[in-house]
């Protein structure tokens, strides 16, 4: 069955770089058929979409988050991963890497992992 | 971008009991809307798709539909297992947006 998996650090300093990755089974990151997502939520609010990639690297990001996110895919080890640079504690949430279906729904969610920017 | 406005934020209700959550899009657009189910702690589940479809699995109290600007979810007799938070997502081809969810409680 398919599967995400989110793994990295639980804490990062401010000004510093917030690294994540999502590892897959069961579907792979080298079909066109799906986009691969970064999703989140700071504690006891709403959802964010960060951004996408799709197989061959291209990528779409939130305006509001743009210009310090990169997404990029590794198809060899069948994973995506997510860098927000210059983090401050507005980007303490719960991160989401997620599969965008062929009708831009998001069918398969990772657990999800907190990340907390502290000193 | 297209910003999607959700309401009401929170809707007291009883089991067996219709309930309806509509999300507003700041302009028309003609993309698809999805709905969510997320429960305390856990990762999101969708529940509609492409506007009215039922993803495979959601019981069929669940239904959507709308077009244009606005667009909802139902609900046809709320089941305790239903007592969750809902959001909508929007898609077009610039972005994705979700709404800012609904809580649904127990009346």
């Known amino acids: 069955q398919v599967q995400l998996q989110e793994s990295g650090p639980g804490l990062v300093k401010p000004s510093e770089t917030l690294s994540l990755t999502c590892t897959v089974s069961?579907?792979?990151?080298?079909?066109?058929?799906?986009?691969w997502s970064w999703i989140r939520q700071p504690p006891g609010k709403g959802l964010e979409w960060i951004g996408y990639v799709y197989y061959n690297g291209d990528t779409k990001y939130s305006p509001s988050l743009k210009s310090r996110v990169t997404i990029s895919v590794d198809t060899s080890k069948n994973l995506f991963s997510l860098k927000l640079t210059s983090v401050t504690a507005a980007d303490t949430a719960v991160y989401y890497c997620?599969?965008?279906?062929?009708?831009?729904?998001?069918?398969?969610w990772g657990q999800g992992t907190l990340v907390t920017v502290s000193s | 971008d297209v910003q999607m406005t959700q309401f009401p934020s929170t809707l007291s209700a009883s089991v067996g009991d219709r309930v309806t959550i509509t999300c507003r899009a700041s302009q028309s657009f003609s993309g698809w809307l999805a709905w969510y189910q997320q429960k305390l702690g856990k990762a999101p589940k969708v529940l509609i798709y492409k506007t009215s479809s039922l993803q495979s699995g959601v019981p069929s109290r669940f239904s959507g539909s709308g077009s244009g600007t606005d667009f909802t979810l139902t609900i046809s007799s709320l089941q305790p297992d239903d007592f969750a938070t809902y959001y909508c997502q929007q898609y077009n081809d610039y972005s994705r947006a979700f709404g800012q969810g609904t809580k649904v409680e127990i009346k």
């Open positions: 997620a599969r965008e279906a062929a009708v831009y729904y998001f069918d398969y």
């Open positions: 069961g579907t792979s990151v080298s079909s066109g058929l799906y986009y």
